[in-house]
C-alpha cells in the first residue's frame, strides 16, 4: 500500500505564491504519474499538473489555467512532487489532492485547502 503526506498550501492574496509537497511511501513502484488535482466547491476535481517517474526530468503535463503559473517537479529518490504556484488568482481557490497512480495503484492524498483572496 502507499500513503501519501501533503503539505503546504494555506492563504495567499491574488498575484502571491504557494507552494505543495507530496511524499509517497510504502509499496512504491516505477513507472508512475504523480501529480496534483484541485475540486473548488460546487465543481468536479480537475487535473492541475503530472509528472511522469521516467527520463531526467519526467513529462509534465498542465492544464491550461495554470500553465506558465504553476510549476510541478519531482524528486524521485524521495518519491516527492512538489508544486510552486506563482501568480495566483482567486480561481486558484480549491481543495488540492496529491494522486499516485502506477499500476494497480491509484492512491489520493488527504487534500490541502488553498485560497486566494483579492
Known amino acids: 500500500q502507499v500513503q501519501l503526506v501533503e503539505s503546504g498550501g494555506g492563504l495567499a492574496q491574488a498575484g502571491g505564491s504557494l507552494s505543495l509537497s507530496c511524499v509517497a511511501s510504502g509499496s512504491i513502484t516505477q513507472p508512475y504519474v504523480m501529480g496534483w488535482y484541485r475540486q473548488a466547491p460546487g465543481k468536479q476535481r480537475e487535473s492541475v499538473a503530472l509528472i511522469t517517474s521516467g527520463g531526467i526530468n519526467g513529462t509534465r503535463t498542465y492544464a491550461p489555467s495554470v500553465k506558465y503559473r504553476f510549476t510541478i517537479s519531482r524528486d524521485t529518490a524521495k518519491n516527492a512532487v512538489y508544486l510552486q504556484m506563482n501568480n495566483l488568482m482567486p480561481e486558484d481557490t480549491a481543495v488540492y489532492y496529491c494522486?499516485?497512480?502506477?499500476?494497480?495503484?491509484?492512491?489520493w492524498g488527504q487534500g490541502t485547502q488553498v485560497t486566494v483572496s483579492l
Open positions: 494522486n499516485y497512480f502506477a499500476k494497480g495503484a491509484d492512491i
